[in-house]
């Protein structure tokens, strides 16, 4: 994918992990309410299709990689999971409430042990992670044979006319109303990016390489959102 505009508010990959991690911290006060005015709302709808999707019994072990403020997993929660937040930002965890157990964690050395978690979620995380392919391989190990993920994450739609709508909203408003809300850094480099998405098949290659078979990809809402699911199988 390739950004509408100049990619500017987008890190160079040496210090990428350490700008995010800024960022993050930064919008952490807010988070929530910026996702619920920038999505109308929808992106409880996208959560709440992510956990249905898991088909893992109450009391399973999850853990909520790159949990932020804990949407996910205060629904994990209260489905009757067991849960496990973890987050490279230590202000996100921290502005986040009923988080029963939560780590500060870069997602590409995690400080779980193999095969200790029945299931894992990601929300909308896929493309702040540095190395995505290492991110993928360590999910692969802490998460047992037979257990599931789900990870959601932003898409573009395909159609001509949400297409329009969709880059004057999140590339043009979004950014806007961010700066005015929260941070107008954060809110400039979120848009921008989906330009570390890899394409559907790249990602299922990575999810393939990592242990994990029956790789579904569904896009959501016309293409606004996006979900993959998986078992690990070795």
Not at 16 to 39: C, G, W
Not at 111 to 118: C, E, K, L, N, Y
């Amino acid at each position: 994918m390739k950004p509408s505009s100049t990619p500017s508010a987008l890190p160079n990959i040496e210090n990428k992990t350490q700008v995010v991690r800024s960022m993050f911290d930064a919008i952490a006060p807010r988070y929530e309410l910026v996702n619920r005015l920038m999505t109308f709302g929808l992106d409880a709808r996208w959560r709440r299709r992510c956990l249905d999707s898991l088909g893992l019994e109450k009391g399973s072990r999850i853990v909520d990689l790159a949990s932020g403020t804990g949407d996910l997993t205060r629904s994990l929660l209260g489905r009757g999971f067991d849960v496990v937040s973890a987050d490279l930002s230590f202000g996100m965890l921290s502005a986040g409430h009923n988080m029963v157990s939560s780590v500060q964690s870069d997602a590409s050395r995690l400080p779980f042990a193999a095969h200790s978690f029945d299931g894992l979620v990601c929300g909308y995380a896929l493309r702040n992670f540095t190395d995505l392919a290492v991110c993928v391989a360590e999910m692969g190990r802490i998460v047992r044979p037979g257990g599931r993920i789900a990870l959601l994450d932003v898409a573009e739609p395909s159609s001509k006319v949400m297409r329009a709508g969709y880059d004057l909203w999140f590339r043009r408003c979004v950014p806007v109303i961010g700066g005015l809300l929260s941070d107008a850094r954060a809110y400039h480099y979120l848009p921008e990016s989906t330009v570390y998405l890899p394409e559907p098949s790249t990602f299922r290659s990575l999810l393939n390489d990592s242990g994990f078979s029956g790789v579904n990809h569904h896009m959501l809402s016309g293409g606004l959102s996006q979900l993959y699911t998986a078992t690990k199988t070795s």
